[in-house]
């Protein structure tokens, strides 16, 4: 009688207050983004916001958080990849030297380069595991190698520039596919020369699906009788994040429109959040990282699904690499140079956990968001480099701190 009562109060609605320091971990994160973009937005007079700085915003922060797709994966597997920066510098070198010394077809070029990164991946997955050995070294030799492959194949000079047809991977936008006139007559109201009809309407069918996605989901948890966050919440959340797209797709609208690398990481984010919390896959992964031994001993192949993450990792770091290079117009000896650490962070700030088994795609997106708008922030703001590593090193500091308070409170 008494384990029935427990069991109705424990599937009692939530108070917000109290469902909220149930789930710090999963919604801090979304809070503090909107209380850096917000501090920024006033100290900077506005500049933030504006859709000149929000397109170089995600131009700067798309190679992170392409590699931090694949990073989550290795850490929630319970390992590691420092050789990430060096990777994605490698591979722009390899394609710069395949397209401006040696005049190869930039998309053959592209499919070599993702093939090399594949490779690369397997090289290092291989050793950890299948001979048990400490990714944290496996993958600091390789950090230390394709360093010294970069400046052998660059011969120590940058080369470049690339044709036109590589740097719109980087630095291209999706044409409107609406009459002109259809923007110059918005133009007025939204007081801009020119509004790209695309980008405005990807904001308004993206809020939608978020909306109706969760609304179906909370649907569905109430069928299965399964407590959800209160309605109160749950209307203000999906509000905030669908009143955020709109805005930023709005802003960009006034500008260039889509850049491509938007649609690239979007679809990414789309295709490794649905792997990791729909699929078998997905499942065996969090199973590896959380317990091993007992992932092994209910017949999941952790040696392979060990092997897949870093193949995984090293050809999200060449897409990475050619994305870097393209933005550039060059590939430089020092390119990805200690983006590993930034790259690192952002999944550790986004929620994931050092032990493995924790964390979400979406937290190392926003994660990834949240560095980048620190570092364009105080860039704006003029503060030094130095006093950015500084604070960044903090961030991360508090974060595995939290971390770490929130499994001592539950254990």
């Known amino acids: 009688m008494a384990l029935a009562e427990n069991t109705v109060e424990e599937n009692q609605p939530k108070g917000v207050g109290e469902y909220l320091l149930g ?77 401006v010394n040696y005049e190869f077809n930039f998309l053959f070029t592209i499919l070599v380069c993702l093939l090399a990164g594949g490779v690369i991946g397997a090289a290092q997955g291989y050793w950890v595991a299948y001979w048990k050995i400490p990714s944290f070294i496996v993958t600091l030799a390789g950090m230390l190698v394709f360093r010294g492959l970069s ?45 790209n009809v695309l980008a405005l309407c990807t904001g308004l069918i993206a809020a939608f699906a978020v909306v109706s996605t969760g609304i179906r989901k909370r649907a569905r948890n109430r069928a299965y009788g399964i407590v959800d966050e ?72 952790t040696e392979r699904l060990t092997f897949l993450a870093f193949v995984n990792m090293g050809i999200l770091a060449a897409a990475a690499g050619l994305v870097f290079a393209a933005r550039l117009n060059t590939a430089t000896p020092k390119a990805g140079f200690a983006l590993e650490l930034d790259v690192i962070a952002a999944v550790f700030i986004g929620g994931a956990s050092m032990s493995g088994g924790v964390g979400k795609i979406v937290g190392a997106v ?19 480099i130095d006093y950015q590593q500084m604070i960044k090193g903090l961030v991360l500091l508090a974060a595995v701190i939290f971390d770490v308070y929130n499994k001592s409170k539950q254990g």
């Open 151 to 195: 400046l052998w194949l660059l011969e120590g000079q940058s080369v470049g520039p690339f044709p036109q047809q590589f740097q719109v991977i980087a630095n291209g936008f999706v044409p409107d596919i609406f009459p002109e006139g259809i923007g110059a007559a918005l133009a007025p109201i939204f007081d801009a020369r020119q509004v």
């Open 230 to 301: 209160p309605r109160s919440f749950f209307i203000a959340r999906n509000a905030i994040v669908g009143i955020a797209l709109i805005f930023i797709m709005f802003k960009l609208s006034t500008f260039r429109g889509l850049p491509n690398v938007l649609i690239t990481m979007g679809v990414l984010t789309i295709v490794y959040a649905f792997i990791t919390e729909r699929t078998i896959l997905g499942r065996r992964i969090y199973a590896l990282g959380g317990n091993q031994k007992a992932a092994k001993l209910s017949g999941i192949k």
């Open 366 to 384: 926003v994660g990834a968001f949240l560095m980048g708008v620190l570092n364009n922030g105080m860039s704006i703001m003029g503060i030094g």
């Open 23 to 99: 789930h710090m971990r999963e919604y801090g994160l979304l809070f503090a983004l909107i209380a850096i973009m917000a501090f920024f937005q006033i100290v900077t007079g506005g500049t933030l916001l504006r859709p000149v700085n929000i397109t170089n915003l995600l131009l700067q922060n798309s190679y992170i958080i392409i590699m931090a797709l694949g990073m989550l994966v290795v850490i929630v597997s319970g390992n590691i990849d420092l050789s990430v920066g060096s990777v994605m510098g490698f591979i722009g070198a390899l394609a710069a030297v395949m397209i």
